[in-house]
Nanobody, 116 residues
Framework: QVHLVESGGGAVRAGGSLRLSCAASGLTVRTSAMAWFRQAPGKERALVARIGLSGFVSYYVDSVKGRFTISSDNLKNTIYLQMNALKPEDTAVYYC?????????WGQGTQVTVSS
């Protein structure tokens, strides 16, 4: 059974940075396409970035290009989302999942709040 646990969220001022982690069990990130998603208040969950097999990075949503970096650590079986130059519009609950996402793999997410 796949279990994904997100962590690293918090409250920061605009321009600040956070690094989110997603610890995986029940799957191997090296051989799985993975992704980060976010759900802002009143909005649907949306894709932020995806990382392909063996860490080949394939996609960032336009609004985070140049500010966010997705990566993976095969030894720790963990994926990360480094978020720099944060903006208030980045405020959301952030989730990781397989890519494409599996309904059975959604975790509790981690809250990111960016104040102006």
């Amino acid at each position: 059974q796949v279990h994904l646990v997100e962590s690293g969220g918090g409250a920061v001022r605009a321009g600040g940075s956070l690094r989110l982690s997603c610890a995986a069990s029940g799957l191997t990130v090296r051989t799985s396409a993975m992704a980060w998603f976010r759900q802002a208040p009143g909005k649907e969950r949306a894709l932020v970035a995806r990382i392909g097999l063996s860490g080949f990075v394939s996609y960032y949503v336009d609004s985070v290009k140049g500010r966010f970096t997705i990566s993976s650590d095969n030894l720790k079986n963990t994926i990360y989302l480094q978020m720099n130059a944060l903006k208030p519009e980045d405020t959301a609950v952030y989730y990781c999942n397989k890519d494409p996402p599996s309904i059975n793999c959604w975790g509790q997410g981690t809250q990111v709040t960016v104040s102006s």
